[in-house]
């Protein structure tokens, strides 16, 4: 039995799930008992090729959308990467800047451009997770 020969909006009635026979094509069919006619042969063939053709476009749409998003994805991975990166070099010159006590001020300087630049990259990987 094809669900497309179904009439859905009948299931909720009290007699809305009756197995019947289609006059026209002979298909079983659910719906009201009264119902002599399924779904495909009582809707007109230009209505079910508009219908197929908008079926078609949603499945290309949604292909492209799939696409677009492995894509933001390994984007965001790149950018990931790059910040584990460039956060153990900020690290390993913070730790190579404290070792001086005469560069105090500039480690701090150091550490507050490690700070501003991991808010920088958190929000450009946030901005492409959304």
Same mark, same amino acid.
């Given at each position: 039995?094809?669900?497309?020969?179904?009439?859905?909006?009948?299931?909720?009635?009290?007699?809305?799930?009756?197995?019947?026979?289609?006059?026209?094509?002979?298909?079983?069919?659910?719906?009201?008992?009264?119902?002599?006619?399924?779904?495909?042969?009582?809707?007109?063939?230009?209505?079910?090729?508009?219908?197929?053709?908008?079926?078609? %476009?949603?499945?290309?749409? +949604?292909?492209? !959308? =799939? #696409?677009? @998003?492995? %894509?933001?994805?390994?984007? +965001?991975?790149? !950018? =990931? #990467?790059? @910040?584990?990166?460039?956060?153990?070099?900020?690290?390993?010159?913070?730790?190579?800047?404290?070792?001086?006590?005469?560069?105090k001020d500039g480690t701090q300087k150091l550490s507050r451009m490690v700070s501003e630049v991991l808010d920088a990259a958190r929000a450009a990987v946030a901005a492409l997770s959304r």
């Open positions: 039995m094809s669900t497309e020969h179904n009439w859905p909006e009948d299931f909720s009635h009290e007699n809305g799930n009756y197995n019947n026979d289609c006059y026209m094509c002979k298909t079983v069919f659910i719906g009201h008992k009264r119902r002599h006619v399924c779904r495909v042969c009582a809707t007109p063939k230009s209505i079910r090729d508009q219908l197929a053709h908008l079926q078609s %476009q949603l499945d290309e749409c +949604r292909k492209e !959308l =799939t #696409a677009r @998003l492995a %894509q933001v994805e390994r984007e +965001r991975d790149a !950018l =990931t #990467a790059a @910040l584990v990166d460039c956060h153990a070099y900020l690290m390993q010159q913070l730790r190579a800047k404290s070792l001086n006590d005469s560069a």
